[in-house]
Each structure stands twice: as C-alpha cells, then as structure tokens.
C-alpha cells in the first residue's frame, strides 16, 4: 500500500508538471520527504501530509482516502484485521482493563499511551500514530456512528497516565462522552475480585450483517476469534462483566470522583446497595438511560 500511495503521488506529481522539490515546498516539506514517499521508503506519510499532497495534486480525495491502508502496514496483521472491522461495525462492546479505549481518548492521553511502547522509532511514528488515533474518532460524528457500551476497570480512573492534568482532562471527555446517546459507559470495581477477562481487554463488534467477531488484546498481542462459537463464549463473558460493573449512572459519579481528585476515599457500595441506588436512580432519571430500560416505576404509597 505504501508503494501504490507512493506510485499515486509520483504520478499525479508528473501530471501537474511539479518536480519533487516544488512539491516539497507546496506541502512545507523537504524534497527528500517527497522522494521517500514516492519510493516507499523512510517514514510513512502523516495524515496531515496526506491531505496537504492531495490538495496541492487535486487529488479528489484519493491519498487521504489510500493512507489508512499505509498506516495499517506498520501492524501486525491481527491488529489491522480489527481495526478494518472496527471500521465497519455497527456496535462495538469493549472491556478496558488498563487504559482508556482508543475511541475515547485525548490526543494527549493517547501520545502518553502510545510513547510507552518499546518498538517506538521516534517522535516521526509517535505523531503518526496519534494522529491515527484521532482520525479513527472522526467516525463518531458521522451519521453511521457505532453503538459504543465501554466497561472500563477501575485501574483505568486510577492510573494516572500522563500526569494529573492528562488525567483530568480524559475524565472530563469521558463524561462528554457518556452524555451522548450512543454511547454508555460502566466502571468495574476492584471489590468485583477476579474475573474471566483478566490479563487483557475484551471487545466484541457487531457487523452491518449481523455477524460478529470479538478481540482479546494484551500489552503485545492480539487475537481476532471469527468462529461463532467461540465468539458466544465471549459475548457471554461480556455480559457477566457488564452485570458485575457499576450501573452507568453510579459509574460517571466514580469517574467525577476520580476526575475531582478524591476518588482514592470514595466508598463504594455493596451490591445490594448498588441495585438499590441504581433502581432509585433509573426512576428520577425517567429517561431511560439504562438500556433496555422500561417505564418508571411507581413509588410505593406510605400505609394509612
């Protein structure tokens, strides 16, 4: 793909009469960047270089539109594999068990997250991959955004990725996010103890057909599982974590207690406490916000 992306530019480049060196100085470039991306080699080409060359080549789109295959090259092939379907899922149901999910991240918290990785060549892929990162979430303002329900564990509230600001301001968009109707966010306690998912994230996607795939991931692996049987197996793991989190209502107030800094003291409630809270809660909401959610209840009359 980098090569076809390469070939496209070197074309359309000859067509408009530019040589690489006035092509360089259009998209603020030097020439030897032009010349690495029309031979494949070096670096691949940035989002932002993407759509510059595409202006500059009246490209009616087609580089910006090439170049998440090229970035997809620099990944192993189970990761690109999910993230093509990711693209394409009408619902996606995750379990974060370390960090925020990459569809709900700053693009700060997401530089602190992806600079951890070991096999990083520098500040040129660093930003490459941020800039992915952000791209992938422009999907979420279009009209075919996916359905989006996130457990998160609460080591994620915890870990302060990033510093105490990078946090903060991740708390905050969380919150944004949960606002929006597509979206629903849980937190699982520590209390919950151990559980079938530990070790790794868990997410199941649903196609436009109906079909559906689910991935585990770990700090340096990845699996794909296709085969609908064993995707029920972890749809049904899904829903045990999703049972045991805190209802959503109760989880943002944990996630506010996290982002105002006094989460470490927050009580957490037994289960029977939470079922209380939360049928308490879903009857002054009157909106339904826990799906599948019917009508308020009526309040008990008090005895004669």
């Known amino acids: ?5 390469g070939s496209r530019v070197r074309r359309l480049r000859t067509a408009a009469g530019l040589t690489q060196a006035e092509l360089g100085r259009r998209t603020h470039v030097v020439s030897t960047r032009i010349t690495q991306i029309e031979r494949a080699s070096g670096a691949k080409p940035t989002l932002e270089l993407a759509r510059a060359l595409d202006a500059v080549l009246g490209a009616d789109n087609l580089l910006v539109d090439l170049w998440p295959y090229v970035y997809r090259e620099a990944f192993p092939d189970w990761s690109r594999a999910f993230v093509a379907y990711s693209e394409r899922a009408v619902s996606i149901r995750q379990y974060a068990a370390h960090v925020v999910p990459g569809l709900f991240q700053t ?3 997401a ?5 951890l990785d070991a096999l990083l060549d520098g500040e040129e892929q ?3 991959r941020v800039t992915a990162r952000m791209g992938r979430q422009e999907r979420l303002g279009s009209p075919n955004r996916p359905e989006l329900w996130a457990i998160l564990d609460e080591a994620v509230l915890r870990r302060p990725i990033g510093g105490p600001t990078v946090m903060r301001e991740q708390l905050e968009r969380l919150l944004d996010t949960a606002s929006e109707r597509h979206t629903t966010l849980q937190v699982l306690p520590f209390d919950q103890g151990g559980h079938e998912a530990m070790g790794g994230s868990l997410t199941i996607l649903t196609l436009p057909d109906g079909s559906e795939a689910a991935y585990t991931e770990g700090s340096d692996y990845g699996r794909l599982i296709e085969e609908p049987t064993n995707v029920s197996r972890y ?3 899904y829903d045990r ?3 045991a989190a805190l209802p959503p209502l109760m989880s943002l107030d944990m996630i506010r207690s996290a982002m105002e800094g006094n989460y470490r ?3 957490i409630p037994s289960r029977s406490e939470r079922r209380r809270l939360a049928q308490e809660q879903l009857q002054q909401s009157g909106r339904g916000r826990l799906r599948g959610g019917g009508r308020r209840l009526p309040r008990p009359r008090p005895r004669p």
């Open 1 to 5: 793909m980098a090569a076809l992306f």
């Open 107 to 109: 693009e700060e918290y």
């Open 111 to 115: 530089r602190a997250v992806l600079s």
């Open 126 to 128: 660093l930003e490459e």
């Open 235 to 237: 749809k049904l793991i």
């Open 241 to 243: 974590l999703r049972a």
């Open 265 to 267: 003291g927050a009580k």
